[in-house]
C-alpha cells in the first residue's frame, strides 16, 4: 500500500525559502512518477512540479526559476526547495505518487496534471506572509 507522508511546511515572511519532504514507502519508489500539488483556500488543487522515473521534470510556470523538484532513491524520499516564496505561494502542499508506465509521458504531454496521481499525501501547510 503506498504511503506518502508530507514534512516541512511552516511559516515564512515573503522572500524566505522552505524546503519541504515527501518520504515514500510501500512501493519500488524509482519507479513511479512524483509531484508536487498545492491548494489554497476556496480554490482547485493545482500542480506545482514533478519528476519521472528517468529525472525528467516538470513545473508549473507561476514556480518556474524559485522551486526545484528533486529526489533522493536511497531514502524513497522526495523534496521540493522552494525559494523567493510569495504571498500567493500560500496553501496545503500535497505530495503525489503514480506508477502506472504511462505516468512520465503524460507529464511531459500535459504538465503536472491532477489526474496523472492516484497517491497522495495529507498534506503539509505552508504560510508565506507579506
Known amino acids: 500500500q503506498v504511503q506518502l507522508v508530507e514534512s516541512g511546511g511552516g511559516s515564512v515572511q515573503a522572500g524566505g525559502s522552505l524546503r519541504l519532504s515527501c518520504a515514500a514507502s510501500?512501493?519500488?519508489?524509482?519507479?513511479?512518477?512524483m509531484g508536487w500539488f498545492r491548494q489554497a483556500p476556496g480554490k482547485e488543487r493545482e500542480g506545482v512540479a514533478a519528476?519521472?522515473?528517468?529525472?525528467?521534470?516538470s513545473y508549473a510556470s507561476s514556480v518556474k526559476g524559485r522551486f526545484t523538484i528533486s529526489q533522493d532513491n536511497a531514502k524513497n524520499t522526495l523534496y521540493l526547495q522552494m525559494n523567493s516564496l510569495k504571498p500567493e505561494d500560500t496553501a496545503v502542499y500535497y505530495c503525489?505518487?503514480?506508477?502506472?508506465?504511462?505516468?512520465?509521458?503524460?507529464?511531459?504531454?500535459?504538465?503536472?496534471?491532477?489526474?496523472?496521481?492516484?497517491?497522495w499525501g495529507q498534506g503539509t501547510q505552508v504560510t508565506v506572509s507579506s
Open positions: 503525489a505518487a503514480d506508477g502506472r508506465p504511462w505516468c512520465g509521458t503524460t507529464i511531459k504531454r500535459l504538465g503536472v496534471t491532477r489526474s496523472i496521481f492516484a497517491n
Open positions: 510501500g512501493y519500488t519508489y524509482s519507479r513511479y512518477c
Open positions: 519528476i519521472d522515473s528517468d529525472g525528467s521534470t
